[in-house]
């Protein structure tokens, strides 16, 4: 009787287990509104995401798409600052880059990359609705 009772036991932890598993989600896009974390603040929207660093900027365009772990790899422009006033035919600092990461909805890990560079502007903690927390070189 006791070895019935802990196979059924048994049986019922594992099927309990196996039924409580995240089921994979579809693919689906960046959610819209603020996201921000240290040196860091996204802005998204349907189409597109502004991006500013502490001493930089950046753009993505295009659908924000992630797969259905939530990873994406999206193609966007990473343009450089500098402390002090603009002069008027000062032209930007605009470099093709890769933004990657992982998204659950709630919170982001984002990954900066100079196209065809193997070294990370950086990577990046944010949380959707939270402020970013910059200081900016201006």
């Known amino acids: 009787m006791n070895r019935t009772w802990l196979i059924a036991a048994a049986i019922f932890l594992v099927s309990g287990f196996a039924t409580a598993a995240p089921k994979s989600r ?12 240290p040196h860091i603040t996204v802005s ?4 597109r995401a502004s991006i ?3 001493c930089a900027n950046g753009r993505i365009d295009g659908p924000l798409t992630v797969d259905r772990r939530g990873r994406f790899s999206l193609k966007g422009t990473f ?5 002090g006033p ?6 930007p600092n605009e470099q093709p880059a890769r933004y990657s990461g992982w998204t659950d909805g709630r919170r ?7 196209e065809g560079s193997k070294e990370a502007v950086g990577t990046f903690n944010l949380g959707h609705g939270s402020p970013g927390r910059l200081f900016k070189c201006r």
């Open 52 to 54: 500013e660093f502490d």
């Open 79 to 83: 343009s450089g600052e500098h402390g």
């Open 26 to 37: 579809k693919p689906g896009r960046i959610a819209p509104g603020d996201w921000g974390g």
């Open 108 to 114: 982001m890990t984002l990954t900066v990359t100079i």
């Open 86 to 91: 603009a002069r008027i035919d000062e032209k």
């Open 44 to 47: 998204v929207d349907e189409s």
